[in-house]
């Protein structure tokens, strides 16, 4: 349990730090990430990350996009969890022009919102697994994020880059038999979130690797902005859709898991609890879910009033911000500033890092979860 | 010596060598098969039928590839390590029997010969990590000096404990041949499971498989030792790993389950080779097994794991043989009854162990439960 | 008896959770495996799967559905559209009621992002997504498709019936989105919709 | 942090809890958009940053983002904090000329700042004075030119379509 031990050292004997450069290039670095660290031994001294080898530029390519195309470019930051990239931008159009959004559509929205939030915490669960060097979670994580996928197919034609949120609603009506669809994929999830739990929340091995590593406190944590899964592990009660409810989430009967240490088992903890929770979500919306029309009243030409808007959403990897400068009449944003969790999240990343072991260098990062499409932008 | 021995000897060689390579291919091809099915994946299935001729085209591709030396890296050390790793490994299998009488060199101090060799592959990791002239090699290398010395004292303990028993049966306890007779009756797990458990851990990490395979450590030091070396030569790395992951599951085959000792094996000798490579496959199927589902630890929880837990039980364990086997030889007990009272003080200590083993694991959840409730 | 005592007593080892891991690792071994064995079994698609986009054919009049307004290549988020319209000779001889029709239609698949904005904006159904996901070819230049392969695999879509008649798809997909009241029939709606919509600037 | 504490001040009481906290502070206090707009010169920033956090009953102490927004003829920085505690949150623009693209860094009142600003001095040229570290973020070592300006051309790249 104890991470801090104390070093010994041969005062006659010369020592060098070592600096390795893990990354950009680098299996457990999740992406083109980069940290240059120093080491005592196996030990890390100093953590420098290093990012931007993913900036497209989205922020300056909105500017030349209209409204309708920006989903796109939402889709294309954090590409894991991409049903709600594009419904934090929506938002923020929604707001800015103020449309109403008939009921269906906003159910729709929370139940692909939610199953997105499933698959990224899969994907997580997985990687995590294999970043503490287990095979099996990796191939359990994917196999349920692939059967949510195939569902994300039959709504939206992609698997992935879906672009199926619309100012004012959604593109298409779910496909038929949608409701019995995802019935049985719900009773799919939950058998593979009990494989899931079977093979690491109680292995003694994991929690040896992850209990009291990488620990951070509430106050250092929301000093940095972190948000998201890993805010909650250090017992901060921060989740946007009860802290600020948008969409019908206020009416939705759900709770925050909560950790209480801050360190990477209860950030593990708290994203497993989280599947749980959505997946009670998924099945109110499902039991509630009305019929009406799925496109409120918007024109084909999104032209918002002048002003400046900041909508924000609870996404798998904490709060999505969306910056719109409009400059009213035109088509485009005159600029879109992207708060992407991820990015303030990898920023506590060093002070969690310092004193680890080099092993738990992939584990600390790991546990952050974070996509690089979204930290470069 | 005339020159058809030598011959003679080349061909066995010959045959030996190939032989192991044939089954290191049939290893890997069944470990990517039976982890496959572990994680509901099917494996290779496109090269030959049920792609078996999966690892061939591997090394073929292996053997193909570009051979790259890092720039500064020290050239002959370089060159010289996977030799340096490969050999001794081969070099094991020269006293192991196949079965009665068939073995290349039966001689005497065969355990003292296995254990010597053993320990020498850790000489070729240092040799690959500091000549690669790479700081992801030189911590594995590091690592897996540190790693296989801790390792290398539990496994000989036991091998030790083995030979010590086998005293009451034979006048040649370190003949591997006669460990093997000696457990016509018996096969040596029933009375010292302890031991074989032991050798089983200790195993695991001298071929530094999950969750002790730390040197290599693909998500955080890449590959560790041989991380700068490609084509064949990685190749030699990787044959060396898995002919090691062999010869262990040989050995622990030979000093436990009774080798090649088996129903109708003395009537029918051809049965022989058959039942210890059963054994020997059964023992390699338990390590594919280990490594699916679990994490890897870390390297200070590796060797606490080693110096606080392992090794004590080792020495224990090693003491308790010792004394059994003395004071039974000294009040001239039966055999049968020195077997009973070993397996049942075995059976006692493990149970000890269990819930020692439990207990702390209690500890460990007490953080869980305070936090997340009764689950 | 033996063997029972002994499994009485090692339950708590057994019950570790390192070992519940290693069982259940065990027990998805007699489990069906998952994997898709890629290209001999072909992946079912859903009927909405979005590949690139292809053109339609009107088989009634012979000819393409587009009139080459322009509207895809304005709304396409990464500009791979290229589309030039002429004047419809058949529309002189009264057999078809385009007034205008698609010269030349070029689009990059290379660079094409698949969203499907095309679909979603074109007045005339003349776009549909295809469900030729798998587009590798050896040479960038075979991925600029021009208008023939794209009506050519666009009929071949419409075969599989991925597409239907805009008679009942938009008008229907219109009634459902927007609860609006039906509009006359469709050649009027799309004449007045061009000049209202075409106004999706370009700058 | 229970729930129990959310939004304990309407929109009214909050502008006016906000005001009495900023004190001799010149700086307009006005809605906007649904979050409480404060307009500062840029050598109050930090001052302001530090009293609208540790002030309890405003008590911001989570900073959102830091963004840099051109307005060509000067920039403008808008700090977006929340409240954890109440769920109120602030905008703070700060405009800077052109000719001076300078303002006082307020990495430390939040660690959160360093990368924000860091962007910023990256994507607009704006100086963040007082931080440690102003090497590149995102961009490469020695990339010319500013591109979040409007004044920057994206290069356009022809896509090579093979032999």
Redesign the interface.
Known sequence: ?ETK?TVIRDENSETAE???NMGPQ???THGVFRMVLT?DG?RVVTVEPH??YL?R?S???T????F??I???F?RLDYISNFNNEWVYVRTVE?AMEVEIPERAEFIRIILGELNRIASHFLFYGTY?????????V??GF?ER?RIQ?LF??????RM?H?YFRVG?V???L?DGFVPAINALLEHLKKGYE?AK????????????T?GIGALDAE?T??????GPVLRAAG???DIR???PYSMYSDLDFSVPL???GDC??RY?VRMLEIEQSIKIIEQCIRRLPD????G?VS??LRPPE????V?GENPRG?L?V?L?STGGT?RP??L?I?GPS??N??ALSSMMEGA??????VILGSLDIVLGEV?? | MNISDYISIFAIVFVMFNGILGSVLVVIYGERKVLARLQQRIGPSRTGPWGILQTLADAVKLVLKEDIRPQNSDRIIFYLAPLIIFTPIFMLWVVLPFGSGLVLGDIDLGLFYVSALLGLSVVGMVAAGWSSNSKYAMLGSARSAAQLISYELPLILSILSVGLFAQLFTDNPFNLSSIVNAQAGLPFIFVMPLAFVLFLIGGLAETARIPFDIPHADEEIVGGAFVEYSGIRWGAFQLSEYTGLITMAFLASILFLGGWSGPFSDKFVWLQPFYISSKTAFIILLAFWIRAPLPRLRIDQLMAFAWKAIIPISFANFILVSLVVFIGDRISLPIFQIQLILGLLNLISMIALAYLLTSRRKRRLAVYRERWGEK | MFTALFLFFLWRPISLGTTTGLFTALKHAFRRPVTLQYPTEQPVLAPRFMAHPVLTWDFEVDEPYCTGCLICMKICPTDVITVSMKDNEKFASEDSKRRKIVDDFKLDVADCIMCGLCVDYCNFDAIVMSDHFDASVDNRSNLVHDLQTLLDEGKGQQEKGRWSPPATKKSQRRSAAQAKVSKPSSSEEAKESTSEENEIETD | MSTDNFNQYTTEEFETATRAVLGDIKATVEPNFGELGIVCDRSDIVAICKIVKQDPGISMEYLRSISVVDWVEHMEVVYHLSSIKHMNRIVIKVVIPLEDLKIDSVITVWSGADWHEREGHDLFGVEFIGHPDMSPLILYEGFEGFPGRKSFEIPVQETFYGD
Do not use: C, W
């Open positions: 349990m031990a070592l600096r390795i680098h299996p457990a080491l196996e990012i931007g900036h530029g922020e300056k390519l500017e030349g996009e209209n309708q195309q989903t796109t470019l889709d707001r697994g294999l970043d503490i060097g287990a095979m099996n979670p191939m359990i196999r692939e195939a197919e039959g709504v939206s034609g992609a880059m672009n609603g593109k298409e009506d496909p494989d079977n093979i690491l929340t109680e292995s003694e091995i994991f929690i040896e690797r209990a250092r929301l000093d940095y902005g972190v948000t901060v009660d921060y009860k802290a600020d950790g209480s240490h088992y209860d903890m009406g029309p799925i496109q009243k084909r030409i002003g400046d808007f900041f924000h709060d911000g910056y400068v088509v005159y600029r500033k708060r990015f303030s990898l920023m072991y080099l092993a738990d260098s992939t470069d932008r």
